[in-house]
């Protein structure tokens, strides 16, 4: 028995399942995405080929099994968490979750976890997701990259910017904007151009055509130029911008770099400037490595040495040496090799034409950048002038030091800080050991000046800004022995350009010998002078003598004889008497003239009336002798003096007019005597021929010599002045003495 049941339907919902399977299958095995299934308990009831091949998990090791029995505790944790979320949901929810690949490596998953149930009423909580680890190393890759551009970015020293293709907004400025251009980066942010305002005037127009150039054609632009800061300090800048392309070659992007080269400008300009110094300087300044091979010649060098720098660039410098200072070369090189500098140091060296040069030689060494020494710097200075003029000034001051040893002379300089410079021969002369001896002025000059003169130096010294013409001054040292020397100091003052006084210098000289030979030439003079005084005095006493005798003896005897004859006449005959008369003739002359003799060997009248009266009687005598009139001024009474000084005017006054006889061919005399001031002034003025300066300063006039020694003997002076056509003047000028007690004569 049996019975027949039409499948049919089941039969095509059999196989339309297992095509649906089937289809499932295939999408999800070649989705992308990998796909699972869990029941309300956790446990794994379907995993895709694909979930099977990303985690290398074979169904039978994860089929029935919850995450905590396949993955480590904190990855199971953030699964069953996600998976609870959703149920709790009802609905699907999204979530990014980390797990290990195989190998051991962290991946992650972007999830999309919802529940549902079967037909059964079971609660299921499926699961698709798809592999974004690469796509989130790239993130933390950007992110790194990000922080690490920042981190760049805003601390280097160079300004970094971007903008947008159209330099219509600035992107991104690094913080170093504000540093350099000392505005802040908002106000770029908000004035896209706000940077070009600070641009120097002179610059702007130029930068500006660059910065539209790499605009409008989206070309490099690489542009030095300056700006002026808000404190108005100028930089330099050099800019360079480029623009960035996406990969169909847009340009989207513009970015660059603004570096500050302020210091590099400055030491371009350092290093041009030093170039020039070297190329004009007229040292020689050579380069050579540690080998010392030359590396550089300059134009100084050329001429000092007389080698083109082709000929010296690349040969070893000892070729400049003197056979016997070779050696002296390897000496610098192990110096300069330990970094140490030769400085100003004196040597030879040898040019072209072989002839030897002296010269002061600086040697330094050269470094690299890590401080090492690679070479070394030659500055060589020609001194063989210098050597010369030194050599010559050694000699000077040889030959100067033998004249003042000859002479006695020294020098010394005193600066206005004290500072005190002396000669050998001025050490010598104040007694003082060169060699033990301080500068000051107060232990070596001062202490050595005579107690009597030193308040005078003293003083001279306290003056220096007031003095500021040559002065000489005399004084006296005294020496350890106790030997007293003479000294004669001339000083010279220095002024600066404001005419202060900075410096004095002077000489001195020993005088104690010229002093000494002075002083016995003056102790013989005054001797001559006291003789000739004598001598004078004693031939007016003789004078006097002989006068009083004449005129007492001789014309007592002639007055005697007269009166004698006198009666004899009277006796005689008429015829006799006129013979008589002849001879009383010839005695009376005799009278005179022995009453004129005895008058000019000392005239009574200077001795009975006094010197005005024989004043007037002498001139009386020369208008009689000569016929020149003479004008006389003198006092009413006579001047109360002693009988040497009456005398010496007196024989001054005769003398005079004798000259004046001689020699003026005047016709009138003008005598003037007067007392002055406590003197005794006679003055004579003749309107002669006058006698000329050479007339007047000759010593040969025996006359003028007695009646100058007259005046000195009596502490006065004579002076004679004239001139040719207009006469001249006698001048004596003698101190006024007590008068001596009235006599009875007078």
Not at 201 to 208: E, I, P, S, T, V
Not at 213 to 218: D, G, K, L, R, T
Request: proline residues 4%; negative net charge; glycine residues 6%.
């Amino acid at each position: 028995m049996g019975s027949f049941r039409d499948i049919t339907e089941r039969k095509q919902a059999e196989e339309a399942l297992r095509k649906s399977e089937e289809r499932f299958r295939l999408f999800m095995n070649n989705s992308p995405t990998f796909a699972w299934m869990k029941d309300e308990e956790g446990r794994y009831v379907y995993i895709s080929q694909s979930f099977q091949k990303r985690l290398g998990a074979r169904p039978e090791d994860r089929l029935g099994k919850t995450d905590f029995e396949v993955h480590p505790r904190a990855i199971a944790e953030q699964f069953s968490k996600n998976d609870h979320a959703a149920l709790a949901a009802g609905h699907s929810m999204e979530f990014t979750e980390e797990s290990l690949s195989p190998d051991g490596e962290r991946c992650y998953w972007l999830t999309y976890k919802f529940p549902f149930q079967d037909a059964s009423g079971e609660v299921y909580v499926a699961g698709i997701g798809l592999d974004i680890t690469e796509h989130k190393r790239a993130e933390q890759a950007l992110r790194e990259n990000e922080q690490k551009f920042r981190q760049l970015a805003e601390n280097i020293d160079e300004v970094f910017w971007v903008a947008d293709a159209a330099a219509e907004r600035i992107l991104y400025v690094s913080p170093a904007y504000e540093r350099v251009w000392r505005r802040s980066c908002q106000s770029l942010y908000q004035d896209r151009r706000s940077w070009l305002e600070a641009v120097h005037a002179d610059d702007r127009d130029l930068m500006l055509a660059a910065y539209e150039n790499q605009v409008h054609n989206q070309v490099p632009v690489n542009q030095e130029y300056r700006i002026v800061r808000p404190d108005e300090s100028v930089r330099w800048i050099w800019n360079r911008g480029f623009p960035v392309r996406d990969d169909t070659g847009r340009v989207y992007r513009i970015v660059g770099i603004a570096e500050d080269i302020t210091e590099r400008k400055r030491a371009e300009e350092n290093r041009s400037l030093l170039a020039a110094i070297v190329a004009s300087s007229d040292d020689a300044i050579i380069a050579k490595d540690l080998e010392t091979v030359i590396l550089s010649w300059n134009a100084g060098a050329e001429r000092l040495y007389g080698y083109a720098a082709e000929e010296a660039v690349g040969k070893s410098v000892r070729f400049l040496f003197p056979p016997e200072r070779v050696n002296q070369l390897d000496d610098i090189m192990e110096k300069i090799k330990r970094g140490q500098t030769i400085e100003h140091y004196e040597t030879e060296r040898v040019r072209k034409d072989g002839t030897r040069i002296s010269v002061s030689v600086t040697v330094s060494p050269i470094t690299d950048s890590n401080g090492a020494v690679v070479g070394a710097s030659t500055i060589t200075r020609d001194i063989t002038e210098r050597k010369r003029a030194e050599e010559a000034l050694r000699r000077s001051e040889a030959y100067l030091a033998a004249g003042q040893r000859l002479s006695h002379t020294g020098s010394w300089a005193l600066k206005s800080s004290g500072e005190v410079f002396w000669s050998q021969e001025t050490y010598r002369i104040f007694g003082f050991d060169p060699a033990k001896t301080t500068t000051s002025v107060r232990e070596t000059l001062l202490q050595r000046i005579h107690p009597e003169d030193r308040p005078r130096i003293e003083e001279v010294l306290k003056t220096p800004a007031v003095q500021k013409e040559p002065c000489a001054v005399d004084y006296r040292i005294a020496l350890p022995d106790g030997s007293i020397k003479h000294i004669h100091d001339v000083i010279y003052p220095v002024t600066n350009e404001a005419g202060d006084v900075v410096e004095r210098y002077g000489v001195v000289m020993d005088i104690t010998e010229r002093r000494q030979a002075e002083e016995a030439l003056q102790r013989s003079r005054d001797q001559l002078r006291a003789l000739a005084a004598r001598l004078e005095s004693v031939r007016e006493e003789e004078r006097t003598r002989v006068a009083r005798e004449i005129h007492d003896e001789l014309g007592q005897a002639l007055t005697a004889i007269k009166i004698d004859l006198s009666s004899l006449v009277h006796d005689l005959p008429a015829d006799k008497k006129q013979e008589s008369e002849s001879i009383k003739e010839l005695v009376d002359e005799a009278i005179q003239s022995v009453r004129r003799i005895s008058t000019e060997l000392r005239p009574g009248i200077l001795d009975a009336v006094g010197l005005v009266a024989a004043v007037e009687w002498a001139a009386g005598e020369f208008e009689a002798r000569t016929g020149s009139k003479c004008q006389l001024d003198l006092p009413q009474e006579d001047i109360a003096i002693d009988q040497e000084r009456a005398t010496a005017l007196f024989r001054i006054f005769q003398e005079t007019l004798t000259n004046v006889a001689r020699h003026a061919n005047a016709t009138e005399v003008k005598v003037r005597l007067a007392k002055e001031d406590g003197h005794l002034t006679l003055e004579v003025h003749d309107n002669g021929k006058g006698a000329s300066e050479k007339q007047l300063s000759a010593g040969s006039s025996l006359g003028i010599l007695g009646m100058r020694e007259r005046a000195l003997l009596l502490g006065g002076e004579l002076t004679i002045t004239g001139a040719p056509g207009e006469g001249t003047i006698v001048r004596v000028r003698i101190p006024e003495a007590l008068s001596p007690p009235p006599k009875d004569a007078k």
